[in-house]
Every structure is written in C-alpha cells, then in structure tokens.
C-alpha cells in the first residue's frame, strides 16, 4: 500500500481528525479533546498525543455510498532541484494549493511521473515533497518513475505499483499501465538510454503501453468479490483506451482491461500522462485526464473523444500556463465531477452529469479560443 | 563540430582509398580470380586490433594522407572495396545517424518527385533533364539536414539548456509550433516576428538557453524539422 506513514503525516492526519472531532464534539468529551490540543500547541506532548480524537467519528466514516472528494496532483517531471529548479516549483505550488483545500480532501492521489529519469534523487526529492501533504497519499507510477532501475528506487519508496482499496464504500484499483514489452535488450541500451528513450513521447523505439497479463488477471480476481453495481474507480497513468499511438496516448491491450471492467454498471478511470484537460466515454466507463505541474501537451492530431473540451493553447510566455491540479468529487452513484485546477485560469469542472447524458446536459463552458 | 563536414571529408577519403585500390589491383594484381585470406580484412576477426602490416596484406594510404588501412594482397576488386568499407563503418559507428534518428522520430519524408521522370525528358533542354540519381541526391540531402534539426530539437544539450528541458519535451513530432503562420505580430513581443524569432523566444525562456544565432547551423536545422512536420500544411502567415 502506497501511503506515507511519515511523522508529518501523520501528525496532519491527526490534526485534521482533531478539529473534524471538535466540531462533532458533545460536550462531555470537549475536556478531553481540548486538554490534548493544548498539551500539542504548549509543547508539553509530542503531537501524536492527539490520539483521543477519534472521539466523535460519526457514521461518516464507516458508512458507504456516500459522496466524498479528493484530490490529485500528477507529472510533476522532477529533475534535481540544482538542475531545474522550475519543476520543483510546480510540485510545491501543487502541494500548497491542496494544503489549502478547506476542508481538506479525503486523500490526494498523485498520478505518476514523479521523476523525469527515474533517478534516486529525483525519487527522493518527489517523496519529500509529497510528505508535505496534510491529506494521506495514494500514488501511482508513471513510465518516467520506471525504467531507469525497472521500478526499484519507485517501489523502495512507495510499495507496490498494483494495489486496490477501499474508500467510502468506492472500490478503488491503482494499476501500472506502462508496461512495455523489451526493446532495449535486443539493441544493447544501457539503463539510462532505455530509460531516454521512454522519456521521449515521441520516440518511437519505444514499446506501447500495456496493463499486461498477469495485471488483468490480478485485476480480475480482485474484481471478483464485487456486485456489478459496485462503485469501482480505476486509476491508471496512461488513458486506459487507444487515442493517440505516436505519443503512447494509449494502452495496447485496452480493450482487455475494459472488458473486465464491462459488467459494472458506472466505472471510472482517471489517468495522467496527458497533461490536459480530457474526457471520454466508452459504454459504462467515464475517462477523465488529470493536469501535470510541469508542462501541458499539445492535444493529439487525430482521433480525440468527442466528450472532450480542449482547453484553448496555453500562453508560451507563461510558464504555468495549462498546467495546474485538481479534485474529483465522487457522488453516490460512484460517478465523479471532475474538477481542473488550472493554475492560471478559471477551474473547468467536467461534471457526472455531462459524461452520463453523453454530453448533452451540465456542458462545460467552451473556451475562448481554440486549442489548435 | 559539424557532422555534415565530418562526414562528407571522412566519405570523400573512402572513396579515394578504394580508387587507389582499384589502380593497384589493375596494375600489379596476378590472381585476379583469387579471392583467398577474405579473414585479413574480416570486420570481426580483426576489430579492435592495432593492424600491423605482414606478408600476406598491403598497407594503402587513403588520401587525406592520414589513414592507413591494411588489406590482404590478392583481393578481387568488389571484396577490397567491401573490406574497406567495412572498416570505414567499424571507425565511424555513427554513420547511420540519419538513419537512426529517423528511426528514432519518426518525420515526414520529403516531397516524391518521381513524376519529373517520366515522359519526354525535354527534348534539347539541358535545365530539367533528370536523373534517378539526382532525385537520390535531393531526398537524401533534404532529410539529412531535416534529421539534423530533429537531434537538435530533441537534445536539451545541443540546445544548451540549463535546465535540461528540450523542445519535444512541450511539442511532440513538433505539434504545436505552426510555422505556418509566420510571420506574424506576436502580441506579446509587440513586432512582427519570423519563426526563428519565436523559435529562439521559446530556446530563451521555457528551455532556458543562450539565443541560437539566427543564421546558425542549429538554428537552419531546427526550422527545417519544424517546416518539415508541417508537410502538406496550408500556409497561412499571419494566423493567430
């Protein structure tokens, strides 16, 4: 399980139940609850003294088919921070503006490509900057976190790349949709020219991405317990459906995936790797692209989903432009509003309503120019 | 460095060492039939190897009057002449770039020509009498140096970015740039500019580099691939 247990966590984690606590507070505990908050702020205890808050945890918690929020940051692209600072800020500015979120999201999801070469230090400086979230992590990874070291700085830190749970009464199912099959053995790549050449989008050395066998197969099996009108929420980096090949804008064995995923009544999959505001439908299963903190891409020259408001070019006089993060608010049918955070424009929110009417009802507003 | 340069001097010495081989083979060859001790000039048997001239090979000065290259004596013509390719292409294991980077980012070839072949090759017109060989010729130059700007925009080294960001990294097969609408009033910048204005803006700011000279080698290549990837784009200057 990817989660950071760390000692700020945790700690924020506890303040953030506190004061939820405080405020469901009946009168008979506030003592006790008010005590331990004023032993944390006199520093006469270490702040995981806030235990007794657990206090007045109502049903909100246990209950399910509730509507919850929260929030995802993604492709941060994060060289050393003395090789390009600009990256680095981006991840801070995303982390603040969730820190801001009152109240705070049930949990942040971060998308993947942390790193831009997989590197140990690139890893690390993503991890420290993430422990800086108040709300818990989930994390997913992406192909830049990957092929330096096939994972293994990724999963030091992180855990598991494939891994599901549940949230709220949402089945929630992390997976690692950048599988490539071997091309770099067969040409005598060292690690870092494999890893180059992924980092390339439009590299066409490069294998597509797959969720592969043994993923579906476990993907299956963990689907197996649910009923078909289960609320399930699938998180992927690459768009779980075939856009654009030249740019890896695509999951090789999509139609697999999506075949185990076709009994459920309502199943959304939210993606990174894009770096845009996009959107698609395929039958039961609602696509939503996620932002990246470091730059926006170019929307793909052909085949984009009809469901999709491009958003208009960025401005290449500031860097910000285009990029941004985000929250997803799931509703009780398991359908989510999908909100864009764009840094240097008004939010777009990509509504439950508009992806279940197909497009025709709650259409988010049209820009002012276009995305061309 | 040049590669073109490099490259063209270094094809121009093979090319000398294998006519220098040809007269030798035609004056002083006795077994022209023979096609024995193949293994001297073997590219696996002696790769790597300081070559040092015995009984059974000739040494031959190619003709920048530097190079060396060894072959076993009593060669046919066509195996001397693979044998000194073959050690060409072991000292210049980048020969194929043009190839490679292809390979690598996939970009449009340029125009067919083919058409100028056919029919009446006019008739007592010198100007516009084609050849195969000169449509070779032109597509292959033509992609070389489109090849060129593609290593280019694609490295944030040869750009020179202090940040290590290079321009595919924001357009992908260059999408995105529209060279097609230069020039054109850049708002922003507050004058008409040319694609090379905007394409040194963008070498400035988001990869954060030292201006390409306007006239430079890297900056002719990066227009290149970027006009390239437009093939078959309506021009339109001055679109927004």
Known sequence: MATHPSVETKYMEERRELFHGIRNLERRSFLKVSA????????????????????????????????????????????????????????????????????????????????QLGQEKELELGAQILKNLKAPLRIMVGEHDWYLDMGQKWQELFGDPTYSFDHKGVHFVVLNSVVEADFWTERNMTPMERMMT???????????????????????????????????????HSPLYKLYKPWNFWTDDAEEVQAILNRFKNVVVIHGHTHQLLTNRIGNIHFHGVLSTAWPWPYAPEGMPELTIEMSRPDPFNPNDGCGDGEVHVHPDGLVDKIYNLWNRNPVSVTAAYTASGGSDSVPPKPNRPSY | MNWTLIRGSARRAIVCAMLLFWAAFLAGCK?????????????????????????????????????????????????????????????????????????????????????LLQGDQGKGHVYGNFTERDLITWAREAEKFVAEGSRIFHSGDELGSQIAVSCDMCHPHAANTHPETYPKYQVQLGR?????????????????????????????????????????????????
């Not at chain 1, 235990?51 to 088919?65: H, I, R, W």
């Not at chain 1, 800020?89 to 982390?95: F, P």
């Not at chain 2, 031959?60 to 044998?83: F, H, I, P, R, Y």
């Not at chain 2, 430079?216 to 970027?226: D, F, H, N, T």
Request: with cysteine.
């Open chain 1, 36 to 115: 331990a908050a004023l032993g944390a702020s006199a520093g006469l205890a270490y702040p995981h003294s806030f235990t007794p808050v657990s206090v007045a945890q109502g049903a909100e918690d246990t209950g399910s088919d509730q509507a919850f929020r929260f929030a995802y940051v993604s492709d941060s692209h994060l060289y050393e921070k003395d090789v390009n600072d600009r990256f680095v800020r981006g991840l801070l500015r995303a982390v603040d503006d969730v820190n801001n979120l009152d109240p705070q999201p049930d949990f942040v999801f971060y998308g993947g490509d942390l790193a």
């Open chain 2, 192 to 240: 008409v500019v040319l694609l090379r204005d905007m394409i040194n803006w963008c070498v400035e700011n988001p990869v954060r580099a030292e201006p390409l000279d306007p006239n430079g080698p890297k900056m002719r290549a990066l227009e290149a691939y970027i006009m390239a990837q437009r093939k078959g784009t309506v021009m339109e200057y001055g679109k927004h």
């Open chain 1, 198 to 236: 992924v980092a390339g989008l439009d590299n066409s050395l490069q294998s597509p991405f797959t969720v592969g066998q043994t993923q579906r197969k476990w993907l299956q099996d963990d689907l197996e317990k649910l009923s078909d009108d289960a609320r399930l929420i699938i998180l992927s």
């Open chain 2, 31 to 115: 077994h022209p039939s023979e096609t024995a001790e193949l293994d001297a000039a073997d590219p696996q048997s002696d790769a790597g190897k300081e070559t040092v001239a015995t009984a059974d090979t000739v040494d031959v000065k190619s003709c920048d009057g530097e190079n060396t290259v060894q072959v076993a004596k009593g060669l046919t013509g066509q195996a001397m002449a693979d044998a000194l390719m073959d050690q060409w292409q072991r000292n210049h294991p980048e020969a194929n770039w043009v190839t490679e980077e292809k390979e690598k980012h996939v970009f449009l070839p340029p125009a067919d020509n083919s058409a």
